[in-house]
């Protein structure tokens, strides 16, 4: 494109295009240089967001606690000049340079460019808005004051919404158990994203069963595991019916009182540790995980939630986390991590922060830099092996 020579009757103008321009192309623009005489503008400049580096006093900073920033800066030289032309009062191309130095962003990425993170406030005073409205609607309405014929409305809007979402997501998976009276008793659902993400990452599952928030107290299970983040991600969703089901298995049997049957239902959090001995769980003993999930779901889920709320709100929550998890590959994929101070095992370091996950990385450069503590003293080849013996630096 070739727009130097080029003129616009305001400098906003030439602001405008550059930032459509930037938003079509796949980068992010910034203003650079502003020239002022007598309080006037005579000269405009933006570059791409990635023009220039770091300041070398904030690039190594060994007595630094906190992890430092990524670096997003690769000395990229793209950039748009204007000039006002006080002859004629309008604004001439001066420079434009279109060569960038490093890889564009993808279309669902620009939303995580720094530039296009602003939310107008018209959109916000309308979100806004229509939240109040909803939050208005929801009354609080018990199991009771809902009836059977309302209770079987529900959950078929809440079996129409999964329908929705399988219309337009061609892997999307659905299933659900009827009563005795036709009513959803068991529900399994999983998206597209969350099938893909199973076979990549569902070496190891998680089955949380403790969170239990709507009208009719149907317990939420939730399949979920560790993706290549080390981040929670979901591959399934349950509303089951443990509860009634034990409640029916001790009614049968007259055990409601007894204690060893009420002892193994309080530590029924614990039924599968034995299975977990001495297994790989990609760091999933504790809760944290399950912990965080609760947290994410408090947000938009309330105890007097119809089925059909409540599965839209969970929507909304899976959403959020596959935000997350594009969030954390564009910046691994556009910036750089703060690299230690220079040393022998630079190289390595390097190597490193650009073949591995960004958490991945720091997990890596940990134990490189544990190594790297330690020296071969002596070593002793064998048949088939060699030992070697270190020593601490």
């Not at 001495?278 to 912990?291: A, K, L, N, Y």
Request: contains cysteine.
């Amino acid at each position: 494109m070739d727009i130097v020579g080029k003129y616009l009757d305001s400098v906003d103008k030439w602001e405008l295009f550059y930032e459509i321009y930037a938003k079509w192309m796949g980068f992010g623009k910034r203003s650079d240089d502003v020239k002022r005489r007598n309080g006037v503008v005579p000269m405009r400049m933006w570059v791409c967001t990635r023009e220039g580096y770091r300041w070398s006093e904030y690039v190594n900073m060994p007595n630094h606690k906190k992890r430092s920033r990524p670096i997003t800066r690769s000395g990229c030289q793209a950039a748009l000049r204007v000039v006002h032309m006080k002859d004629n009062d309008l604004w001439l191309a001066k420079e434009f340079s279109h060569e960038h130095n490093h890889e564009m962003v993808s279309v669902p990425e620009l939303q995580f460019l720094k530039n296009n993170c602003v939310v107008s406030d018209g959109f916000l005073a309308q979100v806004m808005r229509e939240c109040h409205v909803k939050s208005e609607m929801r009354t609080i309405e018990s199991q009771e004051q809902l009836g059977k014929k309302n209770w079987k409305l529900d959950a078929e809007g809440a079996l129409g919404f999964l329908d929705c979402l399988s219309a337009r997501d061609p892997i999307f998976f659905v299933y659900h158990q009827a009563d005795t009276e036709n009513r959803p008793a068991n529900v399994f659902w999983a998206d597209g994203t969350a099938r893909i993400d199973y076979r990549a990452f569902g070496h190891v599952i998680a089955f949380d069963t403790t969170y239990m928030t709507n009208t009719y107290n149907k317990p939420l299970c939730i399949l979920m595991g560790v993706n290549h983040h080390f981040s929670t991600c979901v591959f399934g969703f349950a509303l089951h019916v443990f509860e009634n089901k034990w409640n029916e298995l001790m009614e049968t049997y007259q055990m409601e009182d007894n204690e060893w049957c009420q002892l193994q239902y309080r530590r029924k959090r614990m039924w599968a540790e034995t299975y977990l001995h001495g297994q790989f769980v990609t760091r999933m003993r504790t809760t944290q995980h399950c912990e965080l999930m609760n947290f994410r779901l408090k947000k938009f889920l309330l105890k007097r939630y119809t089925l059909h709320e409540f599965v839209t709100g969970i929507d909304i929550v899976v959403t959020k986390i596959w935000h997350i998890e594009r969030e954390n590959d564009f910046t691994m994929r556009h910036t750089l991590p703060n690299l230690p101070s220079s040393d022998a095992l630079s190289i390595y370091y390097d190597q490193c922060a650009k073949f591995y996950t960004r958490e991945m990385y720091y997990k890596v450069e940990l134990e490189i830099k544990r190594e790297n503590a330690y020296f071969i003293s002596s070593y002793e080849d064998h048949a088939n092996h060699t030992i070697f013996n270190v020593g601490n630096f």
